[in-house]
């Protein structure tokens, strides 16, 4: 039997990249978003490059019910799930605290914080059920050290980072392994949503040293996901050359 990854934002990015590496190693993938036009071309795509089975679920993870609902519907077979990839989220705004919008705040923390535990609270009772599981939640430098303007999309990714631990230590006696992952800077979608839009802002971000792509990413995941079941790499942080941390970048 296949194994089984359920992957949080698998329309951009991240998400995306790691939904092609599972899937072509032979993993059947559950893909989500809350752009379904996206879900459905990667699911042909992945369908007929890799011949895996795909599920799409379109939903937002801030919508409580909707995730409820979304995981209550999975068939038995797609219930079996083996990894949950918790990667949706976003940074919206880069303001100082006192010109920040509320706005920006509830979107990230409602998605990067509160989304991720709806989602978890969905699959945590099947991994305990199938007594096997590994939770990967997508932190970030950002979940380390806070920066300029960063506030709350780091406050949101702090929370990651104790989510990430605490999951570890509540899931011990399940069996149940849990990694945080956390990428510095990455060329996605990211700095695009984070600008609203504004491309020049969003390109400026990469300007004079080379980020990672989501595809230098996604191998890490698979990595991680894959090991001797008695080894849980807990977490792995991944930075360009130039980058030491969210504060320390080298640009030319
Ligand atoms: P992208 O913008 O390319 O991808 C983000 C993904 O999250 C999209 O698939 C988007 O799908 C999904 N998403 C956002 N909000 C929601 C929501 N409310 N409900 C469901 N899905 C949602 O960015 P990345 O791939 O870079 O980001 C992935 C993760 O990596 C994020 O958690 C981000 O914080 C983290 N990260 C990114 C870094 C970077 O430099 N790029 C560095 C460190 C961490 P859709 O819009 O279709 O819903
Ligand atoms: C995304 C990377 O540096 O913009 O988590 O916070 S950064």
Redesign the pocket.
């Known amino acids: 039997m296949r194994k089984i990854i359920l992957i949080?934002?698998?329309?951009?990015?991240?998400?995306?990249?790691s939904a092609h590496i599972f899937a072509k190693n032979g993993y059947d993938v559950i893909i989500?978003?809350?752009?379904n036009e996206?879900?459905l071309e990667l699911s042909k795509n992945l369908k007929s490059s890799y011949n895996v089975d795909v599920l799409s679920l379109c939903?937002?993870?801030?919508?409580k019910e909707k995730v409820k609902q979304s995981i209550t519907s999975l068939t038995d077979k797609w219930k079996k799930i083996d990894v949950l990839l918790?990667?949706?989220?976003?940074?919206v705004g880069l303001d100082k605290i006192q010109n920040g919008k509320t706005e920006d705040w509830d979107?990230m923390i409602?998605?990067?914080v509160k989304?991720l535990l709806y989602v978890s609270h969905e699959i945590i009772p099947l991994f305990i059920e199938n007594k096997k599981g590994h939770i990967i939640n997508?932190?970030?430098?950002?979940s380390k050290t806070v920066y300029e303007k960063g506030n709350v999309?780091c406050a949101s990714?702090f929370a990651?980072d104790a989510l990430s631990k605490a999951m570890r230590i509540d899931l011990l006696e399940f069996g149940i392994k849990v990694t945080q992952v956390?990428?510095?800077?990455?060329?996605?979608?990211?700095?695009?949503?984070r600008f609203k839009g504004n491309l020049d802002k969003a390109v400026n971000a990469y300007k004079g040293f080379k980020?990672?792509t989501?595809n230098d990413i996604a191998p890490s995941i698979y990595h991680v996901a894959n090991l001797p079941n008695n080894i849980c790499i807990n977490e792995l942080e991944i930075t360009p050359l130039a980058q030491a941390n969210s504060t320390s970048i080298f640009k030319e």
């Open positions: 949080t934002g698998a329309t951009s990015g991240i998400g995306k990249a989500t978003g809350r752009r996206r879900l939903f937002d993870v801030k919508n918790n990667n949706a989220g976003l940074a979107a409602d998605t990067n989304g997508i932190g970030s430098t950002a999309y990714k990651v956390s990428p510095g800077a990455t060329e996605t979608e990211f700095s695009e949503v980020p990672l989501a």
